[in-house]
């Protein structure tokens, strides 16, 4: 990605000082700060509090978490899998990066295991990077059509999003924002809907500042708004990501999406989902009953963090003290909202007979 023209991934290792960094996700957009993991500990914080998140990089980051844990102490591969596996229930990749990570070193070596980790992670970090350049690659293709067949073309293609599944939720380009970058690369002019995406806000905070430092044009709107939008024929399709999907096309994503879903299908919008193959699990065929959605702290809702008239960060609640907050961090998008799945191995109908071709 993009950061005041200089290129940067959401997680990298440094060959000069052997160390793994992220950026800090809680503090953007207002600062951009590099944080150091030294320890499985810091690995787990970093996934738990949300320093990473997103689907592919929360994966990525976990394999990373292994080999910390690993040169701390060799023989604790099973407690350091045990431990990244419980920090974020919902999004699969967590547990297909380190069922991965796993199966190439539980007959290592014990001497051997802190080298194949390394390997290991940094070759599916790479191997990230190379996903979703390829998801946006395909995408961008179905983007193209829609724009060659605007009647108007004297205004932009119109692109609604829901959350943040740009480069800042994997280790570089993304899954929903890989396919605008890819798309404006070829010459399709576009606008992003950027959707707040309450209640952390990673719409208005990450989506935004990884648009503006790509010149992507973008506006910024409540949750509530793009039902309004679509009815004013102003959106020509949604891209949105991923953190679990089922075999049968059912897609768990950010706490609104599904209703985005409802909008865009009553509206005739294309509705899009981006994706790479690790996000689908193939054990599962009923997303609504199936798949864990994860509460998250109250304060969350009841709370809001950003920056005062001086230029500190600060922390107001918004609600009355002592308030029931319910946190629900995902919703699920039944497969027939669903108009096109996008992968690094092609797009494909919410079907499972479609699906099912992937899981080789």
Known sequence: MNVNGQHFQSIWFDESDDS?????????????????????????????????????????????????????????????????????????NLQWALDRMNAALRNTLVEKRVEVALQQARAIDAEDSAICAEIGAQGAKLLREIWDAKLDQSKSLNVLTHCNAGALAAVDWGTAL???YKAAEEGVPIHVWVDETRPRNQGASLTCWELGQQGIAHTLIVDNAGGHLMQQGLVDCCVVGSDRTTITGDVCNKIGTYLKALAAFDNDVPFFVALPVSSIDFTLTDGIKEIPIEERDA???????????????????????????????????????????????????????????LRS
């Open 299 to 357: 304060e969350e809702v009841s709370h809001l963090s950003g920056i005062d008239a001086d230029g500190l960060l600060s922390k107001i609640r918004l609600c009355p003290e002592g308030v029931a907050v319910s946190n629900f961090g995902f919703d699920v998008t039944p497969a027939r909202l669903v108009t096109k799945i996008i992968t690094e191995k092609g797009v494909f109908d919410a079907q499972e007979s479609q699906l099912q071709l």
């Open 178 to 180: 890989s396919v605008i």
């Open 20 to 92: 793994v960094n992220i950026i800090d996700q809680t503090r953007l957009p207002h600062r951009f700060e590099i944080v150091t993991l030294n320890t499985l500990h810091d690995a787990c914080h970093a996934i738990e509090s949300m320093k990473v998140r997103g689907a592919p990089l929360i994966g990525v980051t976990a394999v990373y978490g292994v080999y910390l844990a690993l040169l701390e102490d060799p023989n604790q591969l099973a407690v350091a899998v045990d431990r990244l596996a419980a920090t974020r229930p919902t999004a699969i």
